[in-house]
Protein backbone atom coordinates (compact mmCIF):
# COMPACT_ATOMS: atom_id res chain seq x y z
CA UNK A 1 0.00 0.00 0.00
CA UNK A 2 2.79 2.09 0.61
CA UNK A 3 5.39 0.73 -1.62
CA UNK A 4 6.61 4.77 -2.44
CA UNK A 5 6.38 6.28 0.82
CA UNK A 6 8.36 3.42 1.64
CA UNK A 7 11.84 5.08 -0.29
CA UNK A 8 10.71 8.32 1.67
CA UNK A 9 13.28 8.28 4.83
CA UNK A 10 13.92 11.96 4.66
CA UNK A 11 13.26 14.86 2.89
CA UNK A 12 15.72 14.88 0.53
CA UNK A 13 14.36 11.24 -1.48
CA UNK A 14 11.39 13.08 -2.87
CA UNK A 15 13.82 14.44 -5.51
CA UNK A 16 14.26 10.96 -6.91
CA UNK A 17 11.01 10.32 -7.64
CA UNK A 18 9.48 10.71 -11.50
CA UNK A 19 6.36 12.78 -12.49
CA UNK A 20 4.38 9.70 -12.30
CA UNK A 21 5.71 8.41 -9.07
CA UNK A 22 4.92 11.81 -7.42
CA UNK A 23 1.06 11.53 -8.85
CA UNK A 24 0.89 7.89 -7.06
CA UNK A 25 2.94 9.22 -4.40
CA UNK A 26 -0.02 11.90 -3.21
CA UNK A 27 -2.49 8.96 -3.56
CA UNK A 28 -0.24 7.52 -1.11
CA UNK A 29 -0.14 10.07 1.06
CA UNK A 30 -3.87 10.41 1.24
CA UNK A 31 -4.49 6.67 2.33
CA UNK A 32 -1.94 7.31 5.09
CA UNK A 33 -3.61 9.90 6.06
CA UNK A 34 -7.20 7.89 5.74
CA UNK A 35 -5.14 5.71 8.31
CA UNK A 36 -4.34 8.00 10.72
CA UNK A 37 -7.42 10.33 10.49
CA UNK A 38 -9.99 7.70 10.68
CA UNK A 39 -8.72 6.24 13.81
CA UNK A 40 -8.02 8.99 15.72
CA UNK A 41 -9.23 11.93 14.21
CA UNK A 42 -7.69 15.61 13.49
CA UNK A 43 -7.64 18.55 10.48
CA UNK A 44 -8.75 16.24 7.41
CA UNK A 45 -9.51 19.34 4.98
CA UNK A 46 -6.49 21.23 5.62
CA UNK A 47 -4.34 18.34 4.63
CA UNK A 48 -5.96 16.38 2.57
CA UNK A 49 -6.32 19.96 0.03
CA UNK A 50 -2.34 20.45 0.51
CA UNK A 51 -0.90 17.31 -0.92
CA UNK A 52 0.28 18.18 -3.71
CA UNK A 53 1.59 21.76 -3.03
CA UNK A 54 3.91 19.90 -0.28
CA UNK A 55 5.11 17.66 -2.68
CA UNK A 56 5.81 19.57 -5.21
CA UNK A 57 7.59 22.07 -2.65
CA UNK A 58 10.18 19.77 -1.05
CA UNK A 59 10.66 18.27 -4.65
CA UNK A 60 12.03 21.81 -5.50
CA UNK A 61 13.45 23.48 -2.49
CA UNK A 62 15.74 21.46 -0.25
CA UNK A 63 14.61 21.50 3.57
CA UNK A 64 15.64 21.59 6.68
CA UNK A 65 18.14 24.40 4.67
CA UNK A 66 15.28 25.81 2.78
CA UNK A 67 12.91 26.86 5.89
CA UNK A 68 9.09 26.05 5.43
CA UNK A 69 6.56 27.84 8.50
CA UNK A 70 2.80 26.75 8.46
CA UNK A 71 0.29 29.32 9.23
CA UNK A 72 -1.73 26.91 11.87
CA UNK A 73 0.06 24.25 10.68
CA UNK A 74 -3.01 22.14 10.81
CA UNK A 75 -2.07 21.23 6.51
CA UNK A 76 1.26 19.56 7.71
CA UNK A 77 0.78 15.98 8.01
CA UNK A 78 1.79 15.72 4.09
CA UNK A 79 5.09 17.82 4.75
CA UNK A 80 5.53 15.52 7.83
CA UNK A 81 5.09 12.55 6.12
CA UNK A 82 7.75 13.93 3.57
CA UNK A 83 10.33 14.79 6.15
CA UNK A 84 10.94 11.29 7.60
CA UNK A 85 8.04 11.06 9.95
CA UNK A 86 5.90 8.69 8.21
CA UNK A 87 5.54 6.45 11.19
CA UNK A 88 3.05 8.36 12.78
CA UNK A 89 0.49 7.56 9.85
CA UNK A 90 1.36 4.38 8.59
CA UNK A 91 1.97 2.62 11.89
CA UNK A 92 -1.27 2.65 14.32
CA UNK A 93 1.22 1.87 17.50
CA UNK A 94 3.53 5.24 16.96
CA UNK A 95 0.48 8.34 16.31
CA UNK A 96 1.21 9.34 19.47
CA UNK A 97 4.80 10.48 18.06
CA UNK A 98 3.26 12.84 15.69
CA UNK A 99 1.46 16.21 17.24
CA UNK A 100 -1.67 17.72 15.12
CA UNK A 101 1.01 21.10 14.61
CA UNK A 102 4.39 21.84 13.59
CA UNK A 103 7.03 20.59 16.83
CA UNK A 104 10.23 21.65 16.62
CA UNK A 105 11.05 18.40 19.47
CA UNK A 106 9.51 16.22 16.51
CA UNK A 107 11.67 17.45 13.71
CA UNK A 108 14.52 19.91 12.71
CA UNK A 109 11.99 20.08 9.61
CA UNK A 110 9.54 21.87 11.76
CA UNK A 111 10.72 25.76 13.39
CA UNK A 112 8.02 26.79 15.33
CA UNK A 113 5.08 25.17 17.45
CA UNK A 114 2.51 26.79 15.65
CA UNK A 115 -1.35 26.39 16.31
CA UNK A 116 -3.02 29.67 15.85
CA UNK A 117 -3.58 31.52 12.87
CA UNK A 118 -2.46 34.26 10.54
CA UNK A 119 1.45 34.14 11.78
CA UNK A 120 3.84 32.19 9.42
CA UNK A 121 4.38 35.63 7.26
CA UNK A 122 5.45 37.40 10.98
CA UNK A 123 7.80 34.17 11.84
CA UNK A 124 8.82 33.44 8.12
CA UNK A 125 10.14 37.29 8.15
CA UNK A 126 11.87 37.06 10.94
CA UNK A 127 13.39 34.13 9.56
CA UNK A 128 14.36 35.90 6.60
CA UNK A 129 15.80 39.10 8.45
CA UNK A 130 18.13 36.88 10.87
CA UNK A 131 19.41 35.17 7.19
CA UNK A 132 20.49 38.29 5.78
CA UNK A 133 22.22 40.00 8.49
CA UNK A 134 23.97 36.74 8.63
CA UNK A 135 25.07 36.74 5.10
CA UNK A 136 23.44 33.53 4.31
CA UNK A 137 21.93 31.83 1.53
CA UNK A 138 18.66 29.65 1.57
CA UNK A 139 14.85 30.02 0.66
CA UNK A 140 12.23 31.07 3.20
CA UNK A 141 9.06 30.19 2.81
CA UNK A 142 5.45 30.84 4.79
CA UNK A 143 2.67 28.92 3.90
CA UNK A 144 -0.56 30.37 4.72
CA UNK A 145 -4.24 29.45 4.06
CA UNK A 146 -6.73 32.02 2.77
CA UNK A 147 -8.90 32.30 5.47
CA UNK A 148 -6.03 33.14 7.84
CA UNK A 149 -5.15 36.18 5.69
CA UNK A 150 -8.33 38.20 7.74
CA UNK A 151 -6.45 37.96 10.85
CA UNK A 152 -4.56 41.45 11.42
CA UNK A 153 -0.95 40.11 12.05
CA UNK A 154 -1.07 38.57 8.71
CA UNK A 155 -2.21 42.16 7.03
CA UNK A 156 1.10 43.72 9.22
CA UNK A 157 3.36 40.81 8.07
CA UNK A 158 2.19 41.53 4.52
CA UNK A 159 2.77 45.29 4.75
CA UNK A 160 6.66 45.02 6.32
CA UNK A 161 7.77 42.06 3.39
CA UNK A 162 6.41 44.59 0.68
CA UNK A 163 8.60 47.57 1.97
CA UNK A 164 11.04 46.45 4.35
CA UNK A 165 12.51 43.04 3.17
CA UNK A 166 14.46 42.85 -0.39
CA UNK A 167 15.57 39.74 -0.28
CA UNK A 168 14.82 36.14 -1.13
CA UNK A 169 10.74 35.46 0.64
CA UNK A 170 8.32 33.38 -0.62
CA UNK A 171 4.51 32.77 0.36
CA UNK A 172 2.53 30.58 -0.59
CA UNK A 173 -1.05 31.83 -0.38
CA UNK A 174 -3.24 28.13 -0.26
CA UNK A 175 -6.88 29.67 -1.36
CA UNK A 176 -9.40 27.02 -1.40
CA UNK A 177 -12.05 29.31 -0.83
CA UNK A 178 -12.35 28.32 2.88
CA UNK A 179 -11.55 29.37 6.74
CA UNK A 180 -13.09 26.54 8.79
CA UNK A 181 -16.45 28.11 7.73
CA UNK A 182 -17.36 30.48 5.02
CA UNK A 183 -14.75 33.41 4.72
CA UNK A 184 -16.00 36.56 5.28
CA UNK A 185 -14.12 40.10 4.47
CA UNK A 186 -13.41 42.60 2.11
CA UNK A 187 -10.08 40.54 0.90
CA UNK A 188 -12.14 37.56 -0.31
CA UNK A 189 -13.48 39.68 -3.08
CA UNK A 190 -10.46 40.56 -4.42
CA UNK A 191 -9.00 36.91 -3.80
CA UNK A 192 -12.45 36.15 -5.92
CA UNK A 193 -11.43 38.45 -8.67
CA UNK A 194 -7.65 37.24 -9.03
CA UNK A 195 -9.19 33.61 -9.10
CA UNK A 196 -11.47 34.86 -12.02
CA UNK A 197 -8.75 36.77 -14.03
CA UNK A 198 -6.55 34.12 -13.67
CA UNK A 199 -4.33 36.69 -11.26
CA UNK A 200 -4.37 39.34 -13.50
CA UNK A 201 -7.15 41.66 -12.16
CA UNK A 202 -6.06 45.21 -12.19
CA UNK A 203 -7.09 45.36 -8.21
CA UNK A 204 -4.29 43.12 -6.45
CA UNK A 205 -4.21 43.41 -2.90
CA UNK A 206 -0.92 41.74 -2.73
CA UNK A 207 0.97 43.65 -5.25
CA UNK A 208 -0.85 46.90 -3.54
CA UNK A 209 1.53 45.84 -0.67
CA UNK A 210 4.36 46.32 -2.48
CA UNK A 211 4.60 42.17 -3.61
CA UNK A 212 5.47 40.49 -6.47
CA UNK A 213 3.10 37.94 -7.76
CA UNK A 214 2.40 34.49 -9.72
CA UNK A 215 -1.06 32.97 -9.32
CA UNK A 216 -1.60 29.13 -10.18
CA UNK A 217 -4.74 27.86 -11.00
CA UNK A 218 -4.16 24.32 -11.22
CA UNK A 219 -3.27 24.34 -7.01
CA UNK A 220 -3.25 20.02 -6.72
CA UNK A 221 -1.74 19.58 -9.77
CA UNK A 222 2.29 18.35 -9.24
CA UNK A 223 3.63 19.49 -12.19
CA UNK A 224 2.27 22.97 -12.47
CA UNK A 225 3.44 23.57 -8.98
CA UNK A 226 6.84 22.47 -9.84
CA UNK A 227 7.06 24.59 -12.47
CA UNK A 228 5.88 27.44 -10.46
CA UNK A 229 7.93 26.46 -7.48
CA UNK A 230 10.82 26.65 -9.75
CA UNK A 231 10.75 29.47 -11.23
CA UNK A 232 10.56 31.58 -7.97
CA UNK A 233 13.47 29.27 -6.04
CA UNK A 234 16.50 31.33 -5.14
CA UNK A 235 14.05 34.05 -5.95
CA UNK A 236 16.04 37.67 -4.95
CA UNK A 237 12.52 40.00 -3.40
CA UNK A 238 9.38 38.66 -1.86
CA UNK A 239 7.15 37.02 -3.93
CA UNK A 240 3.16 35.35 -3.20
CA UNK A 241 2.24 32.79 -4.67
CA UNK A 242 -1.69 32.17 -4.75
CA UNK A 243 -2.51 28.58 -5.38
CA UNK A 244 -5.67 27.62 -5.88
CA UNK A 245 -6.73 24.25 -4.06
CA UNK A 246 -9.55 21.96 -3.38
CA UNK A 247 -10.47 21.94 0.37
CA UNK A 248 -10.42 17.75 1.43
CA UNK A 249 -9.36 16.96 -2.56
CA UNK A 250 -9.25 13.26 -2.44
CA UNK A 251 -12.59 12.70 -0.52
CA UNK A 252 -15.80 13.32 -1.83
CA UNK A 253 -18.05 13.81 1.47
CA UNK A 254 -15.24 16.27 2.66
CA UNK A 255 -14.62 17.99 -0.43
CA UNK A 256 -19.15 18.40 -0.54
CA UNK A 257 -19.33 19.34 2.92
CA UNK A 258 -15.92 21.90 3.75
CA UNK A 259 -16.77 23.40 7.15
CA UNK A 260 -17.74 19.54 8.52
CA UNK A 261 -14.62 18.22 7.54
CA UNK A 262 -11.76 20.67 8.45
CA UNK A 263 -11.35 18.73 11.18
CA UNK A 264 -12.94 15.09 12.36
CA UNK A 265 -13.11 12.92 14.91
CA UNK A 266 -12.89 9.09 13.97
CA UNK A 267 -14.71 8.04 11.10
CA UNK A 268 -16.03 5.26 9.04
CA UNK A 269 -14.48 5.92 5.53
CA UNK A 270 -17.27 4.75 3.36
CA UNK A 271 -20.21 6.86 5.19
CA UNK A 272 -18.15 9.62 7.14
CA UNK A 273 -20.12 8.27 10.08
CA UNK A 274 -18.19 8.79 13.34
CA UNK A 275 -17.04 5.54 15.22
CA UNK A 276 -17.33 7.57 18.66
CA UNK A 277 -20.78 6.96 20.17
CA UNK A 278 -21.39 10.73 21.60
CA UNK A 279 -24.47 9.33 22.78
CA UNK A 280 -27.72 11.14 22.97
CA UNK A 281 -26.49 13.20 26.30
CA UNK A 282 -26.81 17.08 26.12
CA UNK A 283 -23.90 19.18 25.64
CA UNK A 284 -23.33 22.69 26.74
CA UNK A 285 -22.61 23.07 23.02
CA UNK A 286 -25.84 22.70 21.69
CA UNK A 287 -27.61 24.09 24.98
CA UNK A 288 -25.63 27.16 23.61
CA UNK A 289 -26.81 27.75 19.95
CA UNK A 290 -30.49 26.34 21.16
CA UNK A 291 -30.53 29.41 23.45
CA UNK A 292 -28.86 31.87 20.83
CA UNK A 293 -31.64 31.19 18.07
CA UNK A 294 -34.18 31.99 20.81
CA UNK A 295 -32.80 34.53 22.11
CA UNK A 296 -32.47 36.55 18.93
CA UNK A 297 -36.03 36.10 18.22
CA UNK A 298 -36.83 37.54 21.39
CA UNK A 299 -34.64 40.14 21.31
CA UNK A 300 -33.59 42.08 18.36
CA UNK A 301 -31.17 44.26 19.81
CA UNK A 302 -29.35 41.09 20.45
CA UNK A 303 -25.83 40.75 18.18
CA UNK A 304 -23.79 37.72 17.36
CA UNK A 305 -20.09 38.62 16.51
CA UNK A 306 -17.60 35.52 16.11
CA UNK A 307 -14.23 35.86 14.94
CA UNK A 308 -14.84 32.97 12.62
CA UNK A 309 -15.53 30.33 15.15
CA UNK A 310 -19.22 29.76 14.47
CA UNK A 311 -18.75 25.90 15.60
CA UNK A 312 -17.62 26.96 19.01
CA UNK A 313 -21.12 27.38 20.39
CA UNK A 314 -22.76 25.25 17.46
CA UNK A 315 -24.15 27.68 15.20
CA UNK A 316 -24.80 25.81 11.70
CA UNK A 317 -24.74 27.19 8.62
CA UNK A 318 -28.53 27.55 8.41
CA UNK A 319 -28.59 28.75 11.94
CA UNK A 320 -26.44 31.68 10.58
CA UNK A 321 -28.94 32.61 7.78
CA UNK A 322 -31.54 32.53 10.16
CA UNK A 323 -29.63 35.23 12.48
CA UNK A 324 -29.63 37.15 9.45
CA UNK A 325 -28.24 40.90 10.51
CA UNK A 326 -28.10 39.28 14.48
CA UNK A 327 -24.89 38.03 13.28
CA UNK A 328 -21.98 38.77 12.03
CA UNK A 329 -18.40 36.71 11.12
CA UNK A 330 -15.42 39.08 11.45
CA UNK A 331 -13.29 36.43 10.08
CA UNK A 332 -10.28 35.29 12.11
CA UNK A 333 -9.91 38.74 13.51
CA UNK A 334 -10.33 38.36 17.18
CA UNK A 335 -9.44 42.20 18.45
CA UNK A 336 -11.70 43.48 15.99
CA UNK A 337 -14.77 41.29 17.02
CA UNK A 338 -14.19 42.52 20.67
CA UNK A 339 -13.73 46.77 19.74
CA UNK A 340 -16.69 45.87 17.47
CA UNK A 341 -18.99 44.83 20.36
CA UNK A 342 -17.61 47.84 22.36
CA UNK A 343 -18.70 50.12 19.82
CA UNK A 344 -21.94 48.30 19.57
CA UNK A 345 -23.00 48.05 23.23
CA UNK A 346 -22.41 51.85 23.49
CA UNK A 347 -24.37 52.72 20.72
CA UNK A 348 -27.37 50.32 22.00
CA UNK A 349 -26.99 46.29 21.56
CA UNK A 350 -26.61 43.50 23.24
CA UNK A 351 -23.36 42.06 21.82
CA UNK A 352 -22.15 38.87 22.35
CA UNK A 353 -18.73 37.82 21.66
CA UNK A 354 -18.27 33.99 21.30
CA UNK A 355 -14.92 31.68 20.47
CA UNK A 356 -12.50 29.63 22.04
CA UNK A 357 -10.52 30.56 25.56
CA UNK A 358 -7.04 29.76 23.71
CA UNK A 359 -7.84 31.90 20.79
CA UNK A 360 -9.57 35.30 23.29
CA UNK A 361 -5.94 35.35 24.64
CA UNK A 362 -4.54 37.73 21.40
CA UNK A 363 -7.35 40.29 22.98
CA UNK A 364 -6.29 40.94 25.80
CA UNK A 365 -5.78 44.91 25.01
CA UNK A 366 -9.22 44.90 23.70
CA UNK A 367 -10.56 43.83 26.42
CA UNK A 368 -8.72 46.07 29.02
CA UNK A 369 -8.37 49.33 26.60
CA UNK A 370 -11.90 49.02 23.98
CA UNK A 371 -14.02 47.38 26.56
CA UNK A 372 -13.44 47.74 30.29
CA UNK A 373 -11.89 50.95 30.79
CA UNK A 374 -14.93 52.55 28.71
CA UNK A 375 -17.69 50.09 30.62
CA UNK A 376 -19.15 48.89 27.80
CA UNK A 377 -21.84 45.92 28.92
CA UNK A 378 -19.99 43.15 26.45
CA UNK A 379 -20.43 39.54 26.73
CA UNK A 380 -17.91 37.21 25.87
CA UNK A 381 -19.05 33.79 25.97
CA UNK A 382 -15.80 31.24 25.58
CA UNK A 383 -15.87 27.52 25.24
CA UNK A 384 -12.86 25.11 25.58
CA UNK A 385 -12.44 26.48 29.19
CA UNK A 386 -11.77 23.30 30.56
CA UNK A 387 -8.13 21.37 31.14
CA UNK A 388 -10.49 17.97 29.92
CA UNK A 389 -11.07 19.82 26.75
CA UNK A 390 -8.47 21.02 23.65
CA UNK A 391 -5.04 19.37 24.80
CA UNK A 392 -2.70 20.24 22.24
CA UNK A 393 -0.05 22.32 24.00
CA UNK A 394 -0.69 25.76 21.13
CA UNK A 395 -4.92 24.97 22.31
CA UNK A 396 -5.29 25.17 25.93
CA UNK A 397 -7.97 26.71 27.64
CA UNK A 398 -6.38 26.57 31.49
CA UNK A 399 -4.65 30.17 31.02
CA UNK A 400 -7.96 31.91 30.94
CA UNK A 401 -9.09 33.15 34.14
CA UNK A 402 -5.67 33.48 34.97
CA UNK A 403 -5.30 35.80 32.65
CA UNK A 404 -8.09 38.20 32.56
CA UNK A 405 -9.18 38.20 35.92
CA UNK A 406 -7.16 40.90 36.84
CA UNK A 407 -8.73 43.53 34.56
CA UNK A 408 -10.91 46.05 36.40
CA UNK A 409 -14.41 45.95 35.48
CA UNK A 410 -14.36 42.92 34.20
CA UNK A 411 -16.59 40.21 35.80
CA UNK A 412 -16.09 36.93 34.78
CA UNK A 413 -18.60 34.29 35.42
CA UNK A 414 -17.89 30.20 36.06
CA UNK A 415 -21.26 28.45 35.31
CA UNK A 416 -21.73 25.06 37.92
CA UNK A 417 -24.93 23.73 35.57
CA UNK A 418 -26.91 24.49 32.87
CA UNK A 419 -29.76 27.02 34.59
CA UNK A 420 -27.04 28.59 36.28
CA UNK A 421 -25.55 29.15 32.90
CA UNK A 422 -28.34 30.04 30.98
CA UNK A 423 -29.25 32.51 33.74
CA UNK A 424 -25.88 33.75 33.76
CA UNK A 425 -26.56 34.69 29.92
CA UNK A 426 -29.35 36.27 30.42
CA UNK A 427 -28.37 38.14 33.11
CA UNK A 428 -25.23 39.41 31.39
CA UNK A 429 -26.80 40.34 28.08
CA UNK A 430 -29.48 41.85 29.68
CA UNK A 431 -27.40 44.25 31.97
CA UNK A 432 -26.23 47.35 31.03
CA UNK A 433 -23.49 48.05 33.98
CA UNK A 434 -20.36 45.56 33.55
CA UNK A 435 -18.63 43.88 30.52
CA UNK A 436 -18.83 39.96 31.69
CA UNK A 437 -17.19 37.00 30.27
CA UNK A 438 -18.72 33.85 31.02
CA UNK A 439 -16.64 30.48 30.56
CA UNK A 440 -19.17 27.68 29.05
CA UNK A 441 -18.54 24.28 31.29
CA UNK A 442 -16.51 21.68 29.65
CA UNK A 443 -17.56 18.89 31.92
CA UNK A 444 -21.48 17.08 31.77
CA UNK A 445 -24.55 18.40 32.08
CA UNK A 446 -26.28 18.85 35.15
CA UNK A 447 -29.00 20.74 37.03
CA UNK A 448 -30.12 22.68 39.85
CA UNK A 449 -31.83 25.75 41.02
CA UNK A 450 -29.83 28.70 40.23
CA UNK A 451 -30.24 32.26 40.80
CA UNK A 452 -31.26 34.73 38.09
CA UNK A 453 -29.27 38.03 39.20
CA UNK A 454 -26.17 38.08 39.48
CA UNK A 455 -26.08 41.50 40.28
CA UNK A 456 -24.43 41.43 43.76
CA UNK A 457 -20.42 41.45 42.40
CA UNK A 458 -18.71 38.83 43.80
CA UNK A 459 -21.32 36.88 45.78
CA UNK A 460 -20.82 33.32 46.67
CA UNK A 461 -23.16 30.76 47.11
CA UNK A 462 -23.24 28.16 49.59
CA UNK A 463 -24.72 24.91 48.38
CA UNK A 464 -24.29 22.92 51.57
CA UNK A 465 -23.37 23.75 54.76
CA UNK A 466 -21.12 22.64 57.09
CA UNK A 467 -17.99 22.80 59.61
CA UNK A 468 -14.25 22.39 59.73
CA UNK A 469 -13.20 22.54 55.95
CA UNK A 470 -14.80 24.70 53.33
CA UNK A 471 -14.27 23.79 50.16
CA UNK A 472 -14.91 26.25 47.07
CA UNK A 473 -15.37 24.47 43.99
CA UNK A 474 -15.32 27.02 40.63
CA UNK A 475 -17.20 26.77 37.48
CA UNK A 476 -16.30 23.27 35.96
CA UNK A 477 -14.84 21.60 39.21
CA UNK A 478 -18.00 21.88 41.27
CA UNK A 479 -19.22 18.62 40.68
CA UNK A 480 -15.59 17.30 41.77
CA UNK A 481 -16.41 19.70 44.79
CA UNK A 482 -19.45 17.77 45.49
CA UNK A 483 -17.64 14.61 45.59
CA UNK A 484 -15.13 15.84 47.51
CA UNK A 485 -17.14 17.13 49.84
CA UNK A 486 -19.09 13.66 49.80
CA UNK A 487 -15.52 11.75 50.30
CA UNK A 488 -14.66 13.73 52.93
CA UNK A 489 -17.83 13.00 55.52
CA UNK A 490 -17.49 9.06 54.37
CA UNK A 491 -14.18 9.15 55.61
CA UNK A 492 -13.20 11.68 58.28
CA UNK A 493 -17.40 11.81 59.62
CA UNK A 494 -18.33 15.12 59.62
CA UNK A 495 -20.36 17.56 57.31
CA UNK A 496 -17.92 19.84 55.22
CA UNK A 497 -19.08 23.16 53.72
CA UNK A 498 -19.40 23.03 49.98
CA UNK A 499 -19.34 26.38 47.99
CA UNK A 500 -19.96 27.82 44.34
CA UNK A 501 -18.13 30.98 43.93
CA UNK A 502 -19.93 31.43 40.79
CA UNK A 503 -17.15 34.42 40.12
CA UNK A 504 -13.52 34.23 39.09
CA UNK A 505 -12.72 38.04 38.86
CA UNK A 506 -13.59 39.36 42.62
CA UNK A 507 -14.14 37.43 46.51
CA UNK A 508 -17.16 37.71 48.52
CA UNK A 509 -15.68 39.19 52.06
CA UNK A 510 -18.31 38.76 54.29
CA UNK A 511 -18.45 35.01 53.29
CA UNK A 512 -14.74 34.17 53.70
CA UNK A 513 -14.83 36.33 57.25
CA UNK A 514 -17.94 34.13 58.23
CA UNK A 515 -16.19 30.85 57.53
CA UNK A 516 -13.14 32.16 60.14
CA UNK A 517 -16.03 30.94 62.72
CA UNK A 518 -16.08 27.36 62.71
CA UNK A 519 -13.99 26.31 59.78
CA UNK A 520 -10.24 25.67 59.93
CA UNK A 521 -9.21 25.39 56.37
CA UNK A 522 -10.55 26.33 53.01
CA UNK A 523 -9.62 24.17 49.99
CA UNK A 524 -10.03 25.77 46.32
CA UNK A 525 -10.65 24.00 42.81
CA UNK A 526 -10.56 25.26 39.91
CA UNK A 527 -10.15 24.54 35.72
CA UNK A 528 -6.78 26.38 35.46
CA UNK A 529 -3.52 27.16 36.37
CA UNK A 530 -2.99 28.54 40.08
CA UNK A 531 -0.52 31.44 39.42
CA UNK A 532 -2.85 34.25 39.37
CA UNK A 533 -5.83 32.91 39.41
CA UNK A 534 -8.39 31.93 41.98
CA UNK A 535 -7.51 30.53 44.23
CA UNK A 536 -4.82 32.88 45.20
CA UNK A 537 -6.92 35.08 45.85
CA UNK A 538 -9.02 33.36 47.92
CA UNK A 539 -5.38 32.85 49.99
CA UNK A 540 -4.61 36.22 49.86
CA UNK A 541 -7.75 37.14 51.88
CA UNK A 542 -6.73 34.50 54.68
CA UNK A 543 -2.76 35.10 54.71
CA UNK A 544 -3.49 37.44 57.82
CA UNK A 545 -5.79 34.92 59.49
CA UNK A 546 -5.65 31.49 61.22
CA UNK A 547 -7.43 29.41 58.50
CA UNK A 548 -4.98 27.41 56.07
CA UNK A 549 -5.55 27.76 52.56
CA UNK A 550 -5.18 24.29 49.92
CA UNK A 551 -5.49 25.32 46.45
CA UNK A 552 -5.54 23.15 43.47
CA UNK A 553 -5.18 23.62 40.10
CA UNK A 554 -2.67 23.22 37.28
CA UNK A 555 0.49 24.27 36.96
CA UNK A 556 1.73 27.08 35.27
CA UNK A 557 3.23 25.45 32.24
CA UNK A 558 3.06 24.19 28.91
CA UNK A 559 0.99 21.05 28.84
CA UNK A 560 0.63 19.02 25.59
CA UNK A 561 -1.36 15.90 24.46
CA UNK A 562 -1.82 14.74 27.97
CA UNK A 563 -4.27 12.22 29.44
CA UNK A 564 -6.82 14.50 31.28
CA UNK A 565 -7.70 11.54 34.12
CA UNK A 566 -3.87 10.77 34.55
CA UNK A 567 -2.98 14.65 34.90
CA UNK A 568 -5.54 14.88 38.10
CA UNK A 569 -3.60 12.27 39.76
CA UNK A 570 0.09 13.60 39.34
CA UNK A 571 -1.54 16.48 40.56
CA UNK A 572 -3.30 14.70 43.78
CA UNK A 573 -6.65 16.15 42.81
CA UNK A 574 -8.34 12.56 43.08
CA UNK A 575 -10.99 12.21 46.46
CA UNK A 576 -8.40 9.82 47.80
CA UNK A 577 -5.71 11.97 47.45
CA UNK A 578 -6.98 15.35 48.35
CA UNK A 579 -8.49 13.54 51.84
CA UNK A 580 -5.60 12.24 52.93
CA UNK A 581 -4.00 15.92 52.24
CA UNK A 582 -6.95 17.47 54.34
CA UNK A 583 -6.52 14.98 57.10
CA UNK A 584 -2.76 16.09 56.96
CA UNK A 585 -3.33 19.75 57.09
CA UNK A 586 -6.00 19.41 59.99
CA UNK A 587 -3.64 17.41 61.69
CA UNK A 588 -5.78 13.85 61.55
Not at 437 to 451: K, Y
Request: include cysteine; proline fraction near 3%; hydrophobic fraction near 40%.
Amino acid sequence: MYELMERINEAADVKKFSMDELDKLAVEIREALFNRLTKIGGHFGPNFGMVEAEIALHYVLCSPKDQFVFDVSHQSYPHKILTGRKAGYIDDNRFSEDSGYTNPAESEHDLFNVGHTSTSISLASGLAKARDLKGEHRNVIALIGDGSLSGGEAMEALNVAGSELNSNFIIVVNDNEMAIAENHGGIYKNLAELRKTQGKAANNIFTAFGLDYMYVEKGNDIPTLIEAFQKVKDIDHPIVVHIHTVKGLGYKIAEEHKEEWHWCVPFDRNTGAPTIDFGNCEDYTSITADYIMQKAKKDKKFLIITPAMPGSVGLSADMRKELGDQYIDVGIAEEQAVAMASGAAKNGAKPLVVTNTTFIQRTYDQISQDVCINGNAVTILLNFTSFAGLTDVTHLGIFGIAAFSNIPKLQILAPSSKSEYLNMLDWALDQNEHPVMILIPGNEVTDREADTDYSQIGKFKIEKQGEKVAVLALGDFYQMGESLVNAIKENMGFEPTLINPRFASAIDTELLKSLEENHSLVVTLEDGILDGGFGQKIAAFYSTSEIKVKNYGLEKKFYDRYNPAELLKELGMTDDAMVEEIKRLLGK
